[in-house]
């Protein structure tokens, strides 16, 4: 076996543990140089065979065979390498590697795991070469003595030189004479006759310093340390380790608060995109067909701790949830254009628990998604956005209150409290929507009636809005705890109307009313306190709790379902269809006035039709 210490890292180390010498006899085109004595001049592929006749003739060769190996290529061309030990210029690591360890320790690593995979990176570092062999780039500023071959790099020669690059940039390097910087510096041996270094900065250094040359001379900027370091995983070993060493050597200190990492974006069965897979998809493209609010959606969904899918599919789901958002603002923005804040906000005290509970969860939803934006976690954000918008409002509360909006008079009470949570609602989820779907937020600012714009302080667009912050005022804890109960309930009772509107027993839910067993009696006794506002809530015409289960082959029961401890059936609904609200009640044509006018309205809307 053959060891060459002068071509290849291995060979270098074990060289300099036997201290056989650094002998490196090819130059830059592969041709041996003096140092390769007798082959001087030849190529190293035909030379090779030459220095195995030599050592045979010597009598100096043991063995020869040839075998397969694996051996270094170059990535571009697929040609094979040599290695050459060259001159290289190093920053010492040695001299503040315990002290970067520790700033390492002064910084958010999002995700945790970026504080291990950089602290062992720099742990077990070698020293930087800084130094790279390129015809342009930021230059390394040394000079040699013509005369005795010394490098001259003092902080005087280094300060005239930071001095011209001010005035002229760094390529003056290759513009000026040594002679124009050092203006008169000398060598040791006296000489003043030098020449400059032509290799370059290794451009790692020169992203590696931008906390200097960027913010450090931009104050307005806010300095450094700075807020956030944002790139992809594999900068562990880039940009936040070349930063965090530049500025630890100066500063003394980590150049950041907080680091980010993220994965990278592969297709929707995670694959890495390529151009000649066909699977990659274009961020222009998602823009034109979905829109950019669709796009930024899908990073704000994403967990992008990991690599990151994208694909069609879930393309077209975003795009549903973004669809859900738009028709949550419609239905919003629809029902408050005949609301002006100042003259028909109903009190707090005056709202319903129902109301309290919808306040509450907003405010909740406020609380989590700023947590969640500090957090950087975004996913969350939009899980919250998207289970308010889908569940608490749509499927929920707007679901219940569409009653209370539409067959109400106007200006009763009932539904200017309605009104009043719905424009609280509009108020802060039009400043949520803004920081990921800002078109989105824009667009339903641009249509808020002109009472409403100016109860939101009248700014111009919601871009100049302040951010929503939670409100103690609107917890109500007690509200919160009976309506979650509540939904619950909601959602079996659902689950028996679904069964008989499946059954063609009923068309809508308002032709059924429904009976409820509860398992557990102190849970009965809580939900048959509100008994009489529980048909409103399941958008049935009746709603009973019924005290010792329920009447068994009841030949009206149309459905049944039991789960969680309770037993909810569902009737055919007695009475007679209001031709306004579309419920069945007993009093149906009970208000008929003087003329018959209301044969066909129950006793409510009869009342409600006689003051319109
Ligand atoms: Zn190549
Ligand atoms: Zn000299
Ligand atoms: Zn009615």
Same mark, same amino acid.
Not at 12 to 36: A, C, H, M, Q, W
Not at 103 to 108: F, L, R, S
């Given at each position: 076996?053959?060891?060459?210490?002068?071509?290849? *890292?291995?060979?270098?180390?074990?060289?300099?543990?036997? !201290?056989?010498?650094?002998?490196?006899?090819?130059?830059?085109?592969?041709?041996?140089?003096?140092?390769?004595?007798?082959?001087?001049?030849?190529?190293?592929?035909?030379?090779?065979?030459?220095?195995?006749?030599?050592?045979?003739?010597?009598?100096?060769?043991?063995?020869?065979?040839?075998? #397969?190996?694996?051996?270094?290529?170059?990535?571009?061309?697929?040609?094979?390498?040599? =290695?050459?030990?060259?001159?290289?210029?190093?920053?010492?690591?040695?001299?503040?590697?315990?002290?970067?360890?520790?700033?390492?320790?002064?910084?958010?690593?999002?995700?945790?795991?970026?504080?291990?995979?950089?602290? #062992?990176?720099?742990?077990?570092?070698?020293?930087?070469?800084?130094?790279?062999?390129?015809?342009?780039?930021? *230059?390394?500023?040394?000079?040699?003595?013509?005369?005795?071959?010394?490098?001259?790099?003092?902080?005087?020669?280094?300060?005239?030189?930071?001095?011209?690059?001010?005035?002229?940039?760094?390529?003056?390097?290759?513009?000026?004479?040594? @002679?124009?910087?050092?203006?008169?510096? +000398?060598?040791?041996?006296? @000489?003043?006759?030098?020449?400059? $270094?032509?290799?370059?900065?290794?451009?790692?250094?020169?992203?590696?310093?931008?906390?200097?040359?960027?913010?450090?001379?931009?104050?307005?900027? %806010?300095?450094?340390?700075?807020?956030?370091?944002?790139?992809? /995983?594999?900068?562990?070993?880039?940009?936040?380790?070349? /930063?965090?060493?530049?500025?630890?050597?100066? @500063?003394?200190?980590? *150049? &950041?608060?907080?680091?980010?990492?993220?994965?990278?974006?592969?297709?929707?069965?995670?694959?890495?995109?390529?151009? +000649?897979?066909? #699977?990659?998809?274009?961020?222009? $493209?998602?823009?034109?067909? &979905?829109?950019?609010?669709?796009?930024?959606?899908?990073?704000?969904?994403?967990?992008?701790?990991?690599?990151?899918?994208?694909?069609?599919?879930?393309?077209?789901?975003?795009?549903?949830?973004?669809?859900?958002?738009?028709?949550?603002?419609?239905?919003?923005?629809? !029902?408050?254009?005949?609301?002006?804040?100042?003259?028909?906000?109903?009190?707090?005290?005056?709202?319903?628990?129902?109301?309290?509970?919808?306040?509450?969860?907003?405010?909740?939803?406020?609380?989590?998604?700023?947590?969640?934006?500090?957090?950087?976690? =975004?996913?969350?954000?939009?899980?919250?956005?998207?289970?308010?918008?889908?569940?608490?409002?749509?499927?929920?509360?707007?679901?219940?209150?569409?009653?209370?909006?539409?067959?109400?008079?106007?200006?009763?009470?009932?539904?200017?409290?309605?009104?009043?949570?719905?424009?609280?609602?509009?108020?802060?989820?039009?400043?949520?929507?803004?920081?990921?779907?800002?078109?989105?937020?824009?667009?339903?600012?641009?249509?808020?009636?002109? *009472?409403?714009?100016? @109860? =939101?302080? #009248?700014?111009?667009?919601?871009?100049?809005?302040?951010?929503?912050?939670?409100?103690?005022?609107?917890?109500?804890?007690?509200?919160?705890?009976?309506?979650?109960?509540?939904?619950?309930?909601?959602?079996?009772?659902?689950?028996?109307?679904?069964?008989?509107?499946?059954?063609?027993?009923?068309?809508?839910?308002?032709?059924?009313?429904?009976?409820?067993?509860?398992?557990?009696?102190?849970?009965?006794?809580?939900?048959?306190?509100?008994?009489?506002?529980?048909?409103?809530?399941?958008?049935? +015409?009746?709603?009973?709790?019924?005290?010792?289960?329920?009447?068994?082959?009841?030949?009206?029961?149309? +459905?049944?379902?039991?789960?969680? %401890?309770?037993?909810?059936?569902?009737?055919?609904?007695?009475?007679?269809?209001?031709?306004?609200?579309?419920? &069945?009640?007993?009093?149906?044509?009970?208000?008929? %006035?003087?003329?018959?006018?209301?044969?066909?309205?129950?006793?409510?809307?009869?009342?409600?039709?006689?003051?319109?």
């Amino acid at each position: 076996m053959h060891t060459a210490p002068g071509h290849g *890292p291995d060979d270098f180390i074990i060289g300099k543990v036997y !201290n056989l010498g650094v002998v490196s006899p090819l130059d830059g085109r592969g041709i041996f140089t003096k140092e390769g004595g007798i082959f001087e001049g030849q190529r190293y592929d035909k030379a090779n065979p030459l220095v195995v006749e030599h050592l045979k003739e010597k009598q100096a060769l043991l063995g020869h065979s040839t075998f #397969n190996h694996s051996y270094q290529h170059c990535w571009r061309c697929k040609k094979p390498l040599i =290695f050459r030990a060259t001159e290289q210029w190093f920053a010492s690591v040695e001299g503040f590697r315990k002290r970067a360890l520790e700033c390492i320790d002064t910084v958010e690593w999002l995700p945790n795991s970026g504080r291990n995979r950089i602290f #062992n990176m720099v742990e077990n570092r070698s020293d930087w070469c800084i130094s790279r062999q390129r015809a342009w780039g930021v *230059p390394i500023p040394v000079f040699y003595c013509k005369g005795c071959s010394e490098p001259l790099m003092s902080d005087q020669s280094i300060e005239r030189v930071a001095a011209v690059f001010d005035k002229e940039g760094s390529d003056s390097w290759w513009e000026r004479e040594p @002679s124009y910087f050092l203006q008169g510096l +000398s060598c040791k041996c006296g @000489s003043t006759d030098f020449i400059r $270094e032509t290799d370059i900065m290794d451009v790692w250094f020169d992203s590696g310093v931008t906390h200097a040359a960027v913010l450090d001379e931009r104050p307005e900027l %806010g300095g450094t340390p700075c807020e956030l370091y944002l790139e992809g /995983s594999d900068q562990h070993r880039g940009w936040f380790q070349s /930063s965090l060493l530049t500025s630890v050597a100066v @500063s003394d200190r980590a *150049p &950041y608060k907080t680091v980010l990492t993220h994965g990278f974006v592969v297709d929707e069965s995670g694959r890495k995109m390529s151009k +000649s897979v066909g #699977n990659v998809v274009e961020p222009d $493209e998602v823009i034109k067909q &979905y829109g950019a609010d669709v796009l930024r959606l899908w990073v704000a969904s994403v967990n992008y701790t990991d690599d990151i899918p994208i694909g069609k599919n879930m393309l077209v789901q975003l795009a549903d949830v973004y669809r859900r958002l738009r028709n949550t603002a419609r239905f919003l923005l629809g !029902n408050l254009s005949d609301f002006d804040p100042a003259v028909d906000k109903v009190d707090k005290s005056k709202l319903s628990s129902l109301d309290r509970f919808v306040l509450h969860r907003l405010n909740e939803v406020v609380g989590e998604v700023t947590r969640d934006f500090d957090r950087f976690e =975004f996913f969350k954000y939009y899980q919250l956005l998207q289970n308010f918008c889908g569940v608490d409002l749509s499927a929920f509360y707007f679901d219940i209150v569409k009653d209370r909006l539409y067959t109400s008079h106007p200006k009763d009470e009932a539904r200017r409290a309605v009104q009043t949570v719905l424009c609280e609602v509009l108020h802060t989820l039009v400043r949520l929507l803004a920081p990921v779907t800002p078109h989105l937020a824009e667009d339903i600012w641009q249509h808020l009636s002109e *009472p409403i714009k100016q @109860s =939101f302080g #009248n700014q111009s667009s919601v871009l100049l809005t302040d951010y929503p912050v939670v409100d103690a005022s609107l917890e109500d804890k007690e509200a919160a705890a009976y309506w979650s109960d509540l939904m619950a309930v909601r959602l079996t009772v659902n689950k028996a109307l679904e069964q008989a509107r499946a059954a063609r027993a009923i068309g809508s839910s308002l032709e059924a009313t429904v009976m409820m067993s509860f398992e557990d009696k102190e849970k009965a006794a809580k939900i048959k306190k509100v008994e009489k506002d529980l048909a409103t809530v399941f958008i049935t +015409s009746g709603a009973q709790v019924s005290d010792n289960g329920l009447p068994k082959d009841g030949a009206e029961v149309i +459905s049944t379902v039991s789960e969680d %401890g309770l037993t909810v059936a569902a009737y055919k609904a007695s009475g007679d269809k209001c031709a306004r609200c579309w419920k &069945y009640t007993g009093d149906v044509g009970s208000k008929t %006035g003087g003329d018959n006018q209301f044969g066909d309205l129950c006793g409510f809307c009869a009342d409600v039709v006689a003051r319109l």
